[in-house]
Structure formats: C-alpha cells, structure tokens
C-alpha cells in the first residue's frame, strides 16, 4: 500500500466516524432515542438544535481532517528493499550508491549519531569496553 492510498484511507475513515456522529444526532433528534431506551420524558423534535449541532460537528469535521492530511503529508517513512552492499555497506538507490546513513537520513526523519561499538573497539584500536573517539 502507497502512502497516498494508506493516507487515503485514513482520512475516509475518519469521515465515516463523523457522519455516524451526525447520524446519531439526527437519529435522536427524530427518535427520541433517551426516551425509547432508558424511559427519559419524551421532549419535541427541535430542528434548528439539530442543525446547529450538525454545523457544530461539520466544523470539527474540516478542522480535523485538514489537521490529519497536513500531519500525513508530513510523515516519511521507508518501505519495499533496499538493497545494500554486503561489503561496504553502501545502500543503491536510483542506480547510484551511497552511504546508508545519508539514505535514511534524506527519506525519514531520522539523523545519525556514529560511534563505536565495543567490538570494533576492540579489534581495531585494542580498547576493549572503552569509549572510542574524543573524552
């Protein structure tokens, strides 16, 4: 699934929560659902209440959904393979190769942070358990 179909899906969705939401309204409005259910007193049918609290909810509706597509349009995330050289690590990516970290670091949010792990300490400047690198 594509991040404009994935996107796409969850705006649609919230969609259908707002219009069960405004259902639900009209719903009690014509049914008088607290009457019917739990034995309320049963009250008249005011249309310029349900319409304004309609108008109410279709307010929220817009901010909402604007909010949530200005938030996906904002989320990058990796998916599918990616192929990475076994050797030197170097990830190819529209034909070209190059380091991994500049990869990830051009298609999400994430930054990078190198240091050493204790291992390659080890092997390479003979400090086990050391930190590597400046004090």
């Excluded at 969609?15 to 659902?33: A, M, S």
């Excluded at 509706?61 to 393979?81: D, Q, V």
Aim: charged letters at 20%.
């Amino acid at each position: 699934m594509t991040k404009a179909q994935f996107s796409k899906k969850i705006i649609i969705a919230e969609l259908i929560g707002f219009i069960l939401v405004i259902t639900i309204l009209w719903l009690d409005e014509l049914l008088d659902l607290p009457h019917w259910f739990f034995g309320a007193p049963a009250t008249p049918i005011n249309f310029m209440e349900s319409i304004f609290e309609t108008v109410i909810v279709l307010v929220l509706a817009a901010l909402s959904t604007f909010s949530t597509h200005i938030l996906l349009k904002r989320i990058r995330y990796l998916e599918g393979i990616l192929p990475v050289c076994s050797f030197c690590k170097k990830i190819r990516a529209d034909n070209r190769w190059g380091p991994i970290d500049s990869y990830i670091r051009d298609h999400s949010e994430a930054d990078f942070s190198h240091s050493i792990c204790p291992e390659c300490a080890a092997e390479h400047y003979g400090t086990a358990g050391h930190r590597a690198g400046p004090s």
